[in-house]
């Protein structure tokens, strides 16, 4: 099915242990995009991406690599996955380039608990 | 300053009665959008709705519509005849500046619960 995609869905990791979130989406789209949720804070832009192989810098970047090598694929690395990251992260993406009124489209999440 | 505000962490609504759910903005652009999501306890992202702020006329999607105030740089969703279903987290996003990556700048969302 057409649509973004996102794994795993539920992942545990360690302190210091390097992790992948993967995002897949079959739309084409210029723009992707990572935001972590947490409680109070709404969402929060990690980092983004405008075509393949050009990204930058979201509101929360400290901590995470990010990588487009293809237009349809946008991992999110943990380095050395810290307690504070803990979270759920969206990865989303926006069909037209600049468009004001284009929305974003999400996956469904990845809830990463880092014990 | 927060760029998008939503003051009500949490609300009730009887079953078939309207409710607002407030958002406030600050941007210093002429142009800019502003989005309304749900999420519902699956955890999805929904798209609710989209005002642009050069529309004159508020906008309108089935039983949700936005009360957009543009003097006061408010734009409150506001959905009539509360269903069960739309028990869930409301967020307001707003896209200002045009060249500045497309992203969506979110407020920290409303809790509905809607009561039967």
């Known amino acids: 099915d057409a649509g973004i995609t996102q794994s795993p869905r539920y992942k545990i990791t360690e302190t210091g242990r390097q992790v992948t979130l993967m995002c897949h989406q079959t739309?084409?789209?210029?723009?992707m995009f990572w935001y972590r949720q947490d409680l109070g804070h709404g969402l929060r832009l990690i980092y983004y991406?405008?075509?393949?192989?050009?990204?930058d810098k979201g509101e929360v970047p400290d901590g995470y690599v990010v990588s487009r090598s293809k237009t349809e694929n946008f991992p999110l690395t943990l380095e050395s996955a810290t307690r504070s990251q803990t979270s759920v992260y969206f990865c989303?993406?926006?069909?037209?380039?600049?468009?004001?009124?284009?929305?974003?489209?999400f996956g469904n999440g990845t809830r990463l608990t880092v014990t | 300053a927060q760029k998008i505000t939503q003051t009500q962490p949490g609300m009730f609504v009887q079953e078939k009665e309207a409710v607002t759910l407030d958002c406030t903005y600050d941007?210093?652009?002429?142009?800019?959008?502003l989005f309304w999501y749900k999420q519902p306890s699956s955890g999805e992202m929904i798209f609710l709705i989209y005002?642009?702020?050069?529309?004159?006329q508020n906008a309108t999607e089935g039983r949700y519509s936005l009360n957009f105030q543009k003097a006061r740089k408010s734009a409150n969703l506001v959905i009539s005849a509360s269903q069960l279903g739309d028990s869930a987290m409301y967020f307001c996003?707003?896209?200002?500046?045009?060249?500045?990556?497309?992203?969506?700048?979110f407020g920290g969302g409303t809790r509905l619960m809607v009561k039967p």
């Open positions: 989303a993406s926006s069909v037209v380039l600049g468009r004001k009124n284009s929305p974003l489209h």
């Open positions: 991406s405008a075509a393949a192989d050009i990204t």
């Open positions: 996003a707003m896209r200002d500046k045009e060249d500045a990556g497309n992203m969506l700048t």
């Open positions: 941007t210093s652009d002429q142009s800019y959008g």
């Open positions: 005002q642009g702020s050069y529309d004159e």
């Open positions: 739309w084409s789209h210029s723009y």
